[in-house]
């Protein structure tokens, strides 16, 4: 072979052919539920039939937060009209398998991830003269890409993140139509001061006026005892909380322990007591705790407040019939995980201790110092609060910040299969059922509750961490 003709043949090799289009998913149809809710045409579906777990008295149609254009509404509801165009244009390709792709690296399925990246907006670059070549721009657009779906920003296509962006389009299409339509069922105004915990993301946001002024990261349910969606008003705060532990928590992960161990209750400080409430503690050494189960459990237990109580040193009450609140933890590492579904329901806070502070110094004079001080003390103190802080607990698995990116988080519960299951099959909008309702009570009255002073005096109150 003649040297040029070699030389020819050899660069060949080095241009990229060009590559059939990466199959898309199938372009949708749009289902008639999605198509109501864009046009305006169907009404709100009941949350009660569509997602049990929703205890928040839903809006009417024309009073809800979508109908006044709350800006967290609005943005989410552009951002379904984007990706209902995104799928009538084609929508986006599926990432074929092929390994870890990063920075520096040349391969066929390159092109296909920037064709990914750039139908959902991640990727803005130009076209490229070797488009296998996997390149800084591809990078800053993937990690944008992995932190909308709340995974580590590493810029490296791994199976996680390959996992995460072929999911089909139809499927984030109908995330996001669940979530606008829980925002139809949320108050146009949800207070001027309040707290937001969206259990999807495991985060608290505080507002007051229109400052955010406080953002922590929360401990919600685990999934077999999960955290309902409720309202209410915040109005107490107790340092050095005891906790009188739920009869479901004591014989299903305690008495299992105690069983094991027969020095498990008294080594962290939970004392037994008979279940009919009286009597001095029992000495746990002279219970035959292995004739113990489930049905056979006669007895209450109580964990003394200290560094080592579950709820921490600090715990936020309201008046809810789930015995839902808020609490410190002694184990802090749990909150730098990715997925914080680990507690039985009550909500965990990364800084009880600065809320209470923030609470208290909007209820009266106070500072982190007097905080500090009383939980020094060690003694259980109950704060009753004046001025009352509305406190909203909602599931939404998507949302898009301030920059317009849309994110995506995991349906925890399964509550938005439930939602979209009973909007495909039109289950009865709210207008309807209110129309069969009786009318609400103005009070929620539960007589696990217990006010102020009785826990002051040492009442007991069954409640789950």
Not at 109 to 135: C, H, I, K, N
Not at 183 to 188: D, F, G, T, Y
Not at 410 to 439: E, W
Request: some cysteine.
């Amino acid at each position: 072979m003649p040297r040029a003709a070699g030389w020819l043949a050899a660069a060949a090799l080095l241009v990229p052919v060009a590559l059939p289009a990466a199959p898309p998913h199938p372009a949708p149809e749009l289902p008639a539920w999605i198509a109501g809710l864009l046009d305006g045409s169907r009404p709100a579906i009941d949350p009660a039939i569509a997602d049990p777990d929703w205890h928040i008295p839903p809006a009417t149609t024309a009073h809800s937060a979508l109908a006044a254009g709350r800006p967290d509404a609005q943005r989410l509801l552009e951002a379904l009209r984007r990706h209902v165009a995104t799928a009538a244009a084609g929508g986006w390709p599926a990432l074929p398998d092929s390994g870890i792709l990063a920075a520096g690296t040349r391969d066929p399925a390159v092109a296909v991830l920037r064709q990914r990246l750039r139908a959902s907006g991640d990727y803005t670059g130009g076209m490229l003269a070797d488009p296998w070549y996997f390149e800084p721009a591809l990078t800053a657009a993937l990690r944008q890409a992995q932190l909308r779906h709340g995974l580590p920003a590493t810029g490296r296509l791994d199976e996680t993140t390959r996992t995460a962006l072929n999911v089909p389009l139809a499927e984030r299409i109908g995330q996001l139509a669940a979530t606008v339509e829980r925002w139809r069922w949320l108050p146009a105004d949800p207070g001027t001061d309040y707290a937001w915990i969206d259990i999807g993301r495991g985060l608290l946001d505080v507002v007051a006026g229109s400052e955010h002024v406080l953002t922590m990261r929360v401990i919600v349910g685990h999934p077999l005892r999960a955290t309902p969606s409720l309202h209410g008003e915040i109005d107490q705060v107790v340092f050095n909380p005891a906790w009188s532990v739920p009869r479901t928590i004591a014989v299903e992960d305690l008495l299992p322990r105690q069983q094991a161990d027969p020095t498990f209750l008294s080594s962290r400080g939970i004392r037994v007591f008979r279940a009919d409430g009286g009597g001095p503690a029992l000495d746990p050494a002279r219970i035959d705790w292995h004739a113990l189960d489930a049905r056979r459990f006669p007895y209450r237990l109580r964990q003394d407040p200290g560094p080592g109580n579950s709820l921490g040193r600090v715990r936020i009450g309201w008046r809810n019939p789930f015995d839902i609140y808020l609490h410190d933890t002694p184990v802090r590492g749990l909150f730098a995980l990715d997925r914080r579904t680990l507690s039985s329901g009550c909500v965990r806070l990364e800084d009880a201790t600065g809320f209470a502070t923030w609470l208290l110094g909007r209820d009266r004079p106070w500072t982190a110092a007097a905080t500090a001080a009383s939980i020094d003390t060690g003694r259980t103190q109950v704060l009753g609060l004046r001025h009352r802080l509305p406190v909203w607990v909602v599931y939404l698995t998507t949302w898009v910040d301030a920059h317009g990116r849309t994110h995506f988080g995991r349906d925890l519960y399964g509550r938005d299969q439930r939602l979209r299951a009973a909007l495909a099959g039109a289950a009865p909008s709210v207008a309807a059922r209110q129309a069969l309702r009786p009318p609400a009570p103005s009070t929620i009255v539960d007589s696990r509750w217990r006010p102020a002073a009785a826990a002051a005096a040492g009442s007991p109150q069954e409640s789950r961490p």
